[in-house]
């Protein structure tokens, strides 16, 4: 999923799934571009999965217009395994030689 993401190199976030009793499964809704897009779960309540769940469901999709109108509320299932998920945005690429 977080291959498909707009604006995947300049994300910054910090999760530690093994806080959250991993594994779970997440149900993610696409709302995108009409309203938010949602994530929630099967299995109950966590509140060790709020904010993660908040991410999850800010991120928007890379997606050609038509395929957002024929996926507008459609729903995924996400396999969420016990990782620690840190991502950093990609440094800017340096152009010229050493000491320019």
Known sequence: MLGT???KSALRTH?????????FKV????????KRN??????????????FLGWLGGL???LP????A??????????VPCVV????PEAPQRSGGAGG
């Open 5 to 7: 993401v707009q604006g």
């Open 15 to 23: 999760f530690d799934t093994n806080t959250m009793s991993c594994p």
């Open 27 to 34: 149900l993610w809704t696409f709302g995108q571009p009409n």
């Open 38 to 51: 949602s994530a929630g779960t099967a299995s109950g309540y966590d509140a060790n999965r709020t904010a």
């Open 60 to 62: 928007k999709l890379d």
């Open 65 to 68: 217009a038509r395929e957002e």
């Open 70 to 79: 024929a996926r507008f509320m459609d729903h995924m299932e996400v396999n």
């Open 85 to 88: 998920l840190n991502l950093v």
